[in-house]
Every structure is written in C-alpha cells, then in structure tokens.
C-alpha cells in the first residue's frame, strides 16, 4: 500500500476513533500530498511523499524552538504531537556508525582533503544516500573528518 493510501487509511480510522489531534495531523500531512499531486512535477510517488514529510518534520522543528523561544509551552506540545504522527510515516535514517561509513566513502569517492571540497562529497553522499541519512548528522561527521 501506497504512503498516500496508507495516510487516508490512518486517517479514516482516527476520525472514527474522533482523535482530535491524530486526525489533525494526518489532515496536514494528507493536504501536503494533495499539493504534491497538484504541483504538475509528475506522480505522487511514496520518494515524493517522505520529502513532504521532511519538511513538515523541519517545519514542526522549527515552530516548537519558537515556540520555546517564546515561552507557549502548550503551542509548543501541539507541535509535539504532530511530530509524533510525522515520524510514523517516515523511515528509519541510519544511525551514526552507518552515516560516519558513508561519510569516509564519499570522502574518499570525491577526493576531498579538506573543509574547502566539503560540498563536493557531500553531493556524493546525498547523490547515494539521501532518502537514508539525517543531513544535519552528516554535514558535522564531514566537518569533522575533513578537519572543518
């Protein structure tokens, strides 16, 4: 079953269940797929669905550190929920042991030997690992192994 089909399906049962905030959640999820499949780029394919989930994933960061910021602890939980129903439908990133391993052979593949070829072996990694790494562990693991 699709990412798409599985949502509505989730989402059907949530309104059953009237889960106010699960069935919020999964509505925003499922309005970001429908723009995905009005946004004229081709298939709603489920590669294209875990990108939207991403960002709504960054999206949800970010509003719960303002939030913070901003001292509304209970706009901030909201956040927070919808982060859990978001992480449900994403895959598992690899952890660091696996990203590091990855970051030396794209190191490696692009030649890099130091922080000024850094974008270059990124590339590679995301080019071979996208959908299977967290970006923000791996820039740092690169920062660190070319000496940055």
């Known amino acids: 079953m699709s990412l798409v089909d599985t949502v509505s399906a989730e989402l059907k049962t949530a309104m059953l269940a009237r889960d106010a905030a699960r069935t919020g959640a999964l509505r925003m999820i499922r309005a970001a797929f429908i723009e995905l499949a009005k946004d004229g780029k081709g298939e709603v394919t489920d ?24 001292a509304r ?49 990124m590339g590679m990694l995301m080019k071979s690992h996208k959908a299977d790494i967290d970006t ?8 660190r192994e070319l000496g940055g």
């Not at 590669?47 to 901003?70: G, P, T």
């Not at 901030?76 to 859990?84: C, G, I, T, W």
């Open 47 to 70: 590669e294209r669905c875990v990108d939207a989930l991403r960002r709504l994933r960054k999206q949800r960061e970010d509003s719960i550190a303002a939030y913070e910021q901003a």
């Open 73 to 121: 602890v209970d706009l901030a939980d909201v956040e927070r929920a919808e982060l859990v129903v978001i992480d449900a439908f994403l895959p598992k990133l690899a952890d660091e042991a696996q990203t590091l391993a990855w970051v030396r052979e794209a190191i490696a593949a692009a030649g890099a030997t130091s922080p000024k070829e850094m974008g270059r072996a």
């Open 136 to 143: 923000t562990m791996a820039q740092a693991l690169l920062k």
